[in-house]
């Protein structure tokens, strides 16, 4: 399996930006579709963002669409998800996933690599 570490989490104020990287181990990185979900107090995890790991497939939950982009640099290792026009309603702790399945879904289970998450704070 991969190991995953994310990393730039913080507290931004509404209308801001951040940028969150993943970092990933091992040099199969290429192989695996990556994904970003998050986690508010008291919710479900949701699925926010995946990039294909030939990048022909992208998708974005209806809440982020137009505000958040995923992207990855596989001579890297690294995936990222840039956050734009941040709201308080975005705040959760952003954990990146990996799968090996070509086919997979927006939800978590299809995901089988995690990263232990960064926090990411937005105050109105």
């Known amino acids: 399996q991969v190991q995953l570490v994310e990393s730039g989490g913080g507290l931004v104020q509404a209308g801001g930006s951040l940028r969150l990287s993943c970092a990933a181990s091992?040099?199969?990185?290429?192989?695996?579709?990556m994904g970003w979900f998050r986690q508010a107090p008291g919710k479900e995890r949701e699925f926010v963002a995946a990039k294909s790991w030939n990048g022909g497939r992208t998708l974005y939950a209806d809440s982020v669409k137009g505000r958040f982009t995923i992207s990855r640099d596989n001579a890297k290792n690294t995936v990222y998800l840039q956050m734009n026009t941040l709201k308080p309603e975005d705040t959760a702790v952003y954990y990146c996933?990996?799968?090996?399945?070509?086919?997979?879904?927006?939800?978590?289970?299809?995901?089988?690599?995690w990263g232990q998450g960064t926090q990411v704070t937005v105050s109105s």
């Open positions: 091992g040099r199969t990185f290429s192989t695996y579709s």
């Open positions: 996933a990996a799968t090996l399945l070509r086919s997979w879904r927006p939800i978590s289970v299809d995901f089988g690599s």
